[in-house]
Structures are given as C-alpha cells and as structure tokens.
C-alpha cells in the first residue's frame, strides 16, 4: 500500500513540475532561514546552561542611581570579597574574577594568552572539566590552569602537568608550573579563558587589598544549599554602609536617588543562569545580549514558517480541485477516508523531505553570511543533538500534518457522484485560501514597514546634527595607568604647533561609545531660589568648546589665563534658562552650600547623551574632583586618516606603554544604535524572505487559477476581451487580497513601531507614505508575479484553449 | 439480490422540491442482466449511484444483499460495497498516474490483499482481457475501448456480485461497444455476475434480460426479454 502511495506521490510530483517546483522552493528557504534562526536562538539560550551548579551561582554587583535610571555594576573592589567571606556564613564558595592578557613562554616560545585571576573556589563554583592534572587546582600560588587548546601550542603533544612556563608581568617575569589542563570552554561559555592563575598574582594586589573604592575585577559565588538568595541579598544592606561611606557621600554630592529600602547604593545579586541576557549589569562575562531581540528572531521565525506552511496548504488546496476525479475514482475502488488522507499526507511528507533537504543545504551555504551578518557563531551539527532533532521532527511532523491533512480533508468532503461527473465548480476561490494568503501578505507588509521606519529612523539619528563637530574629532580613552591630567599635558605640549592639529582638549566623559566601551554619568543637584536644580555635570580642560566645534552663545570658555576657573562653570542653554536671569554669564550659582560658582560662558545645548534621551541641563566644570578619562584632538577636514596616523604616532612617542584605542566621534556615535542597526537588518531581511515566499505561493496560485479559467478566457477572447482586459480580470481578485493585508498590516506595524520610537527622544514621526509604500511595494511584487501567468494566458491562442476541454 | 422501495430523490430548487427520482420500486435477483433506458436527464445515472451506494435517496428504502442500507453508516456501506460492487463508468475513470496494471492493482490494496496475491489475481485477469502487452502503459497511451476494458477489468479484480455500468460503451464506437457488451455477457452467464448497465443504445440494452425505461424520474415500463 505504501509503495503504491509513494509511486503516486513521485509521479504526482513530476506531473506538477513548475508547481511543486515553486511549492519546494518556498517552503526550502522557509526552512533555511527558520534553521538559521531557530539555532541562533536556541544558541543563545543555551548559554552557559552546562554549569552542573548553574541555579545556585550568582555574580555581584552595585546598583546605584544617579539620572533617574538604575545603574548596575558587576566591577568589586579587592577586599570586599575576603570581607564578605567572613561575615556571612551563607556563602559556600566564593571567588573573583580578573581578566587580563599576558605573554607566556616556554622554551623559545612566546605566547599571548588571556589569563584570568581567579580564587580556588572558582573551579567549585563553575564546571570546568580538567582533562589532566591535578582535580582541584590553584591551591598555590604558582600553578597555572591552561586550556587543552594552549596545552598544544606550547607543548606540543609533551605532557603539559608539572612544566614550568614564564609569564611577563609589568617589566619582569614570574615563574609558574602547569597543574592542570582543563577542556576547551564550549562556544556557549560566558567565560572564556586561555588560562587561570591565582588572583593573588593581579598586579597592584597588595595595594589593593584595602582600597574600598578602586573597582576591577567581577565576584561570583555560591550559596549553601539552604539558604534564600532573597534572604541573603536582603542582608547586604549593612555591608554596603558598613564598608562603602566614601561612596554614600559622593552619591550624595551627585544627588542621586535611592536604589532600594531609601539606601543610596545595594549590593546585589545576578543569577548566573540569565548571564548572557543581562544586558543591566555592566561588567558580566561574555557578550551580554538583549533578550528580546533574541525572542524577536523566534517570532520572525515562527513568522516565516507560518507563511511557508500557508503557502503549501493554499498550493495543495488549489491542486486538490485537479486532483478531485481520483479522490473520487479511488472511492468508488473502495478506498476508506484513512487511505486517502494517509496517501496525501505520504504525499505531503515526501514534498517536505525534499523542501528539508535542499532547505538545509541552502542553509550551509548561507551559513558564513548569516553568521558574519548577525555576530553568530552556530554550526548547521548543532540541528542533530538530540533536543534539536527532536524538536526538528516534530516541527516537521506538524506542519505535514497540517499542511497535508486540510487539503485532504478538504478533497474528500466533495461528493463523489458530483467529482465523477465532473461539476465540482473548480474556480471557486474559497473563504479560507483568501484569508491565508491575507495572513501571509500581513506579516510580509508589517515586515516590510517595521524595515522602512527603522531603516528611516537610524538615517535620522545618523544625520542629525548634534551641536558637536562629530567628523574631524578624534577621542582617546586614557589607559587606567595614567594620569589623565598629566597625560593630556603632556601631550598638547607633544603636538603643539603641529599644523593639522586645530585643537587638543580633554574631559571626564567621551561622546557616544568609544573603543573602551565605557560610559561615564553624573548628575549634580542643588537648592536654587526655592526650587531643586538637577544638572549634568563634568569636567572638561580648557578649549573644549573650540575643539569640538560647540558654539558658544555668550561669555567665555575656560582659559588657562585665568587661574580662577576652577572655580567657574559654563553652562548649555537649558541649564542656563533654569538660572532664571536675564544675563546668565556672572551669576554665582550655589553648587555646593559653601562654594557657589561663576558662570563664566553659556554654549549651544548639544547631544552630549545618544539621541535615546533629550538634551538635559549640563555644567562643565574645571574641578579637580573628576578625572580626565579622555583627550579630543580636531584634526583638519583633509586626508583624516593621514592625521589618525600621525596622532597615533605622536601618542605612542608620549606613552611607549600605553594602548592608542581612538576612534572619530561618529564612529562613537553610530556605536551608540549598533543594536538598533541590527534590528533593521533582520528586519530587512526577512521581510525580503517574506515576500518572496509569498510570491511564490502567489505565482503557483495564479498558475493553478489559470489553469482552471483556460477555458473561461478563451472564450472571453473569442468574444473579444483585450489582454489587458483578461490580466485585469485574473489579477485583480489577487490584488484586492494583497491590499486587504496591507490594511490590516497598518494598524499593527503602526502599534509596533511608535512603542520602538519611543526608545527615542529624537525621532522620526511616522508617516502615512511609508504605509502606502509598503502598500504600493507589495500590490506591485504581487502584480508582477501574477502578471507573467495571466498575460501568457491572454495571449495564448484561445482556439487550443477551448477545444482542451 | 437489492430491493429498492419508494425510493424518491429531489433537490430544494427554491421553495419547490424537484424530484429527479419519484417513487421507484425496483427489485432485482441475483444473476440478472438489466439495462435501463431513459431520456437524458431522467435519472438513470441517479438511479445506479444509489444502488452503488455512491448517492444517498431523500427518502425510501433500500436492501442490498438482506442488509438495510438506508440504515448503515458510512463505514458499513463502504465495506459492504468493497465486497460486493464494481463500477463501471462512460467516462473510464482510470487513475491516469498509474499503469494498467496499478490501476487494476488498485482495488485489491484497499482490500488489504497481500502482494503476492495480488500479483496472480492482476496477472490472471490481464491474461483474461488480453492486455498483458499493455500493463506498463499509462491511460493516456490507449484507445477508449482499451481504456474501458480496463476499467472493466479494473471493477471485475475484487470478484464482485454486481457491477453498476453508467453508459459504458458511450464513448466507444460500435465495433468496441459490441466487445464490452459481449464480455458483458459472458460474465453474465458464465461467472453468474449481476449486471444494471445503464444506455442509450436498443441494442446493447437488449443484452439484458430486462430493460426497464425511465421517465422523469419514474419508471414508466419493464420489458422481460
Ligand atoms: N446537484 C443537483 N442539483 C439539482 N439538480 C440535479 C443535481 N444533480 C443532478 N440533478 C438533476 O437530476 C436530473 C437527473 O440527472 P441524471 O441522473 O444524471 O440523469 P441521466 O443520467 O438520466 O441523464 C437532471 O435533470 C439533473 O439536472
Ligand atoms: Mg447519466
């Protein structure tokens, strides 16, 4: 029986060429991009998860709240860990977490290796499978833990455990011995080393090891078995005043808000397991990514399978009208309602299988791309570990299922005498194929939109002026070793004179994201004529509005002329509104109760924040308080990249030791939408995927219903219809459809989109073209397709067509 | 062998039922030969599919082989009709993505008839009809009168009792017409088949032992023969 289904289906296949052709088409690179992203998903969800103790490991960190928005941060300071330790009794394991690249040699060998500072516990805590060597290593403080990876690259095949290898710290050498090797860490490890030593080994530990308030490296831990993480966070209270006053007071000073129980700053905990969604805490293992753009690749997913699994259904419905004589023939030879639909759903299967096959080749070709595009790093072996092949079947199953068994059912509710005599109406376009393909144009019109507002949104924030020279600036985080004052001194007076260099200044903050991936806040409040002032605030050096190119409305900026200027602040246009005078420049201004400043000079607002926030008020002081974190040096618009040379050049003259991680503003600012770049992108393509699986599901659509209307078209010719009068007639139903779904498509894109926009405090303002653009794209992909089929058919010689019957 | 009793079928044309079969009373023995004549669109072809079982009457009764058909359910009425009937049709019905010998294989795979069975009851018939030379042919690849033969033998593979016949040679010229109803016969007398064929033909009809004549939708006269 189920040979003679299969020959049945096989030769069915052939029969229908170009129309199962396209059925398999569509629903192959439905399930290439489905793969691709349902693995990208899975991925990311899988991270971490082969942590044996995954539920009980946690990672510390600060929440403090400066701006109105909590701010966290796994970064600890050195003893708080040994203090910890000792105060509560809860904690089972404990150990910190410092990374760090460093060159180490073996023989005549010289590698660079990340190396993490960790405590013994570490390996308590995580599962890390040592492959040879000591099972608890670390227990002194000159043992090395490399991966099996680096084993081979400095030893060969020679057995690592107990060699000797040099490692260079500052100027030197310390000598350490392999205890252990350690496997490989999976791709889906958050934490990812070459090798371990002692934290012990950090440099500046000594120093370190009673200063409360230089924050390094991160903390995890673990919890006795019977204790409430809860309970224990809630505990931590006592130890943040107990240990963190100095914090307390500058948070204080910066008028920040309570985080938790009216206290300015809490120690947390992060659960482990949700590490690589946690894109709050700054400073977590790994790549930190935004949970819900991962379950928007799901829906997108889930999107397309929805259109591929429609366009089968409606291709096999509209085939099951030719098919309906040996549905009936098969009846009156006696076959049952369980032989047909198993037939047709051999059937179903077998088109499946082959989509399956070609889908996941497609989907091996398109790998690298997909993977380079979207910062993915899946492998196609992943789809045949068990859980995923098993949902793959069953996936598969499903969709045979449904895409097989309605049009089967569909078949067998005609009546057999009418189907044998052959009056079942053919060209009845039926209810339910016309609401599936007004769900599959749907999703590919709000598809298409949510692509035109993100793509208009990001060329918006991309090319609006921010009131700052964002092209010919260049900004250099200092490396932490320096002195940032000093280090700006020093080379201003390197570069000074140079003759494309326009200026050099420096400042607390860096504009947009920088090379060094840090961001720096603070917010200053103060009673002022009655009411409470709150201003951004940070410190700058002298010519920081003529480097950047920030207009200047009134007074003056810093000058190194004036040694009283630390005690002057220069203020934006709002900040300057809220002072309630009339001539702002020479009003003291009560920042703090004992030293009111001067308002020397009053700039143009600008975009000193991403286009995410409104502009706020903003003070720029010249206060010792804050550091210089960053030096700006405008170079002049011709040859950039000769300049970024030269300046290099110059910085590493000034500091032989230190890091040149520069990058032009833009390249900071555009950094600052990098996430909403990539949500366009995926955007993009699958509304591209979209529309062409729809396409295709329209274009057999339109073959099929030509097919059927040969005759009534013939004879229209004969009585005199034009051709375009004959595509008109067979396009428009279609088109209606498509224009149906676009309508439906508006109000949700709309929804979608506003809630995205207001992540902006600049953005565009949707506009109805954009709709009627989709609408227009659409109807014209759609007419395209439908055009080719129904102008063939017009012009076809309706004699053939008439007598076919 | 099959009792029809007050059989009538209508369909609801507005307000007004409109009668295609009105009243028949029909009974029919085993080994009989009937053809049933009629003008077009008096009913005849409604008639045979609800004997076959293909149709369902608005109302009366209908017996078939001492079973109360009106009375079973769909998966009774299949089953008594995979046992006992064959149909044969004016416009062949063969599966045109099978072979001669797959669509005549057909019937016997719903039966769950094993392969090796199978195989000698298919090869005995092709024998019988002469067509073995045409097993591997696709339908489109025959004449009309080798596609009947077909699917006569097609509804003859399963051994049935009776086979309903709907115009069988009205797509075939004479010459073929007087071979099917020749085989007709043979299967008649010979093998003790029932036969209701439905014609147009007088001298076909006369192949049977009665022909009884159909007018709108009521039987206006049997002739025994
Ligand atoms: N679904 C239907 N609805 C209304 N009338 C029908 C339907 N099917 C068949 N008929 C009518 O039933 C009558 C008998 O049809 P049929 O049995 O095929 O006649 P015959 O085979 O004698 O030519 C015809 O007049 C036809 O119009
Ligand atoms: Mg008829």
Known sequence: MFKNYIKTAWRNLLKGKVFNGLNILGLAVAIASSALLLLTVHFQFSYDKFHKNIDNIYQLYFSTNREGVVEKTGSMPVPVTPAIKAEYPEIKNISRLEGGVTTVAYGDKELEESINFVDQDFFKIFTIPVAAGSKTPLVSQNELVITKYVAKALFNNADPVGKMVRMKFGEGYKSFIVSSVIEDFPENSSINADGFIRFENTPGYQQNLKVWDNRNHSVFLSLTDNADPAVFESKLGKFVKAHFKEDLNNLKRDGAKPVANGDLMSLNLASFKDNHFNTEVGGVEGYAVNKTSIIGLLVIAIFILIIACINFINLAVARSFTRAREVGVRKTLGAGKWDLLSQFWTETIMVCLIALAIGIALASVILPYFNANFKSTIKLGMLFHPAQLLTLIGLFLLITVIAGFYPALLMMRYKTVQVLKGSVSTAKPGKVRNILLVVQFSIATLLTICTLITRQQINYVRNKPLGFNKSEVLSIPIDHGLNGAQALQLFRNQVAGEKQIVGVTGAYRNLGLGNDGSTFTSITGFNYKGHEIRSHIYSVSYDYLKTLDIKLLDGREFSKDFASDSNAVLVNQKMASLLQVNKPVGTMVPYDDKHPKKVIGVFADYNFRSLHDKIEPLTLVMDKEFPINYVFVRVRPNSLSASYDFIKEKWHQTFPNADFNASWLEQNTEKQYRNEQRLANIFNSASIIAIFISCIGLLAMSVMVILQRTKEIGIRKVLGASVSRIVLLVSSEFITLVIVAAIIAMPIAWWLMDQWLQNFAYRVSIQWWVFALATLLAVIIAALTISVQAIRAAIANPVKSIKSE | ?225
């Not at chain 2, 008839?113 to 696709?138: H, P, Q, S």
């Open chain 2, 1 to 225: 062998m099959l009792t029809l009793k007050n059989i009538s079928k209508y369909y609801q044309v507005g307000g007004s039922k409109n009668f295609v079969l009105n009243n028949i009373d029909l009974d029919v023995e085993e080994g009989e030969f009937v053809s049933i004549m009629g003008p077009s669109g008096s009913g005849k072809s409604t008639l045979l599919n609800i004997i076959g079982m293909l149709d369902q009457p608005s109302e009366g009764y209908h017996y078939f082989m001492g079973e109360g058909v009106h009375l079973l359910k769909e998966k009774q009425r299949t089953a008594l009709y995979k046992q006992y009937i064959g149909f044969v049709f004016q416009a062949y019905h063969l599966i045109d993505e099978l072979t001669v010998y797959e669509n005549i294989e057909t019937p016997l795979i719903y039966q769950n008839i094993k392969g090796g069975e199978r195989k000698a009851l298919v090869a005995d018939i092709l024998d019988r009809f002469n067509i073995v030379g045409k097993k591997d042919l696709f339908p489109s690849q025959l004449s009309g009168g080798q596609q009947q033969l077909v699917g006569i033998a097609r509804a003859l593979i399963s051994k049935p009792r009776l086979i309903l016949a709907d115009e069988p040679t009205g797509n075939l010229n004479s010459k073929q017409g007087e071979e099917i109803m020749e085989l007709f016969r043979k299967l008649n007398q010979e093998d003790n088949v029932t036969i209701i064929q439905v014609t147009h033909n007088e001298k076909n009809a006369e192949y049977g032992s009665r022909i009884i004549n159909l007018l709108d939708g009521k039987i206006e006269s049997i002739k025994n023969i």
